[in-house]
């Protein structure tokens, strides 16, 4: 049996610029009623690219944790964005590459529990170096990695970010 959820009631807690919190109540699927807390997103696109035999990570510190992280480079995507061509353009803007095209690596759910985001995942294809184009909020540091020292990385939790690491597993399972 297929289990499911139905929506009773759903009452907005806060819509902004990059989320909306929703308070609903739903029926289970045992028949019980229950309250789910969900932040509806638009999504977000993360890319590999890979620059002379290196990969290409950013580090910019990251608020909701209070650290510096490193992270393949990302960014959400705006309304009925397209995420092939957002992740053209997050790639420009973070890291100043341009890519000819993206190899579509699928998508990623960061937490199913409470959230309706979705990442789309790419790899870029033959990139050329331009200017990047930092958004004024932006304040991004760019680093090169063997693919080797990326797994490293991840394995000691110098990597910790969902994306990236998912990314990172695709792409080596795609090329052995």
Request: glycine content about 6%.
């Amino acid at each position: 049996m297929k289990k499911e959820e139905k929506t009773v009631k759903s009452n907005v807690i806060y819509n902004g610029k990059i989320i909306r919190l929703n308070c609903d109540e739903v029926l289970t699927s045992n028949g019980h009623i229950a309250e789910r807390e969900i932040i509806h997103h638009h999504g977000g696109v993360c890319v590999l690219a890979i620059y002379e035999g290196k990969v290409v990570l950013v580090k910019q510190f990251r608020y909701a944790y209070g650290e510096e992280m490193f992270e393949l480079p990302a960014g959400k995507l705006e309304k009925d964005e397209d995420s092939y061509q957002a992740g053209l353009r997050e790639l420009e803007e973070e890291v100043g590459l341009k890519a000819e095209s993206l190899t579509d690596f699928g998508y990623m759910y960061p937490s199913c529990g409470y959230t309706n985001e979705i990442i789309h995942l790419y790899k870029a294809n033959n990139l050329t170096k331009v200017e990047r184009h930092l958004d004024e909020d932006e304040d991004i540091d760019i680093y090169y990695f063997s693919l080797d020292e990326v797994v490293q990385m991840i394995q000691e939790n110098k990597i910790v970010d969902a994306k990236t690491i998912c990314l990172v597993l695709k792409y080596i399972q795609s090329i052995k």
